[in-house]
């Protein structure tokens, strides 16, 4: 609509449409609302101004006029509450099937980890048309990774993970900023994403030059680190077999219960004395400042792999059907 005026960043994500009409829906009701006040307030003080002869007249109550104004208003902000609402879920809930990137920021730059080993700094590479889950985490302060083009936009904080989705629709360059004041060199912290066509993608893929896959670095960290003296599928084991832990509901010896997703994971090898498994001594130790914010990303990716149900193929990925988001142009 807007396209070649540039009164919005380019729409470039399945989700910018939807976001841009909630965003346009608010502006004309203000706008509305603005001007219907405006013209109130002229035409009242003209209508009701001071003349001899004319005496103002207190009116006391009228139900029908409080219930007027007061059931409209709520209709109206009922709206913008589910409507945004129902973006807002669109936005937090990645689709199964996902192609996983993992970030860490630190000052000033964003590094990005990919699934299949490839690794880049400022720089995210993603094929057009494919729903890509970035699993983020900083080394120092809050920064927030926001990409205006896919109308994302989500902090990004020390210590723990925390997600965001896009679906790209458009092949092209888009800036990356960080969003949250990190520093010094904060306005330096930008980078970009490159849409690129499937094949183009895969081109690039075959092309650079990539380690091995995140999860088979996890798995060689999980033996050098000595996990798995403890961690064993066989019962000789000291810890709890990880196979088929990712996504399922843990049990804790204190009786609570938490689904283990990459936060549990990550909190498991840093303070596994938080939560501890049921039935299980807490003898873990402590992996706080051994390993680094990728090597952790790295055995997510591998614990995560254990558990077959949760990491679908590549080929599987790219042709699961996708719930469809409606997309306003
Ligand atoms: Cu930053």
Not at 122 to 130: C, D, I, T
Request: with cysteine; glycine share 8%; net charge neutral.
């Amino acid at each position: 609509m807007f396209n070649n005026f540039p009164l919005w960043p380019e729409r470039a994500s399945t989700m910018a449409g939807n976001v841009d009409a909630l965003f346009i829906f608010l502006l004309v009701l203000s706008g509305l609302m603005c001007v219907l006040i405006y013209v109130l307030i002229l035409y009242f003080a003209a209508r009701y101004r001071k003349r001899p002869g004319h005496v103002a007249e207190q009116i006391e109550g009228s139900t029908p006029l409080e219930l007027t104004w007061s059931i409209i208003p709520m209709g109206i902000f009922l709206v913008i509450f589910f409507w945004g609402a129902v973006i807002f879920f669109q936005e937090r809930t990645p689709p199964r099937g996902a192609t996983e990137v993992y970030v860490v920021a630190k000052q000033w730059m964003w590094k990005l980890q990919h699934e299949d080993g490839q690794r880049e700094i400022n720089e995210l590479h993603v094929p057009v048309g494919r729903d890509i889950k970035m699993i983020m985490t900083s080394q120092d302060v809050i920064h927030s990774f926001y990409v205006p083009a896919f109308r994302i936009k989500q902090d990004v904080l020390p210590g723990r993970y925390t997600t965001a989705w896009f679906r790209a629709t458009q092949p092209g360059t888009y800036h990356l900023f960080c969003a949250e004041y990190c520093g010094t060199q904060h306005s330096g912290m930008i980078g970009q994403v490159v849409v690129m066509e499937p094949a183009q993608y895969e081109a690039w893929l075959g092309g650079t030059t990539s380690g091995a896959p995140l999860a088979v670095t996890g798995q060689r960290l999980f033996a050098e680190l000595g996990c798995s003296t403890c961690h064993r599928s066989d019962t000789q084991g000291r810890g709890p077999d990880l196979q088929g832990v990712f996504g399922k509901v843990v049990l804790l010896e204190d009786g609570r219960t938490v689904t283990a997703d990459e936060n549990y994971i990550r909190e498991s090898i840093l303070t596994p004395g938080a939560k501890v498994v049921s039935g299980y001594k807490p003898i873990m130790p402590t992996f706080q400042g051994m390993v680094s914010d990728e090597q952790l990303n790295a055995l997510v990716a591998y614990i995560k792999s254990l558990s077959q149900s949760q990491v679908p193929t590549k080929s599987a990925a790219a042709t699961s059907p996708q719930p469809q988001i409606q997309q306003v142009q």
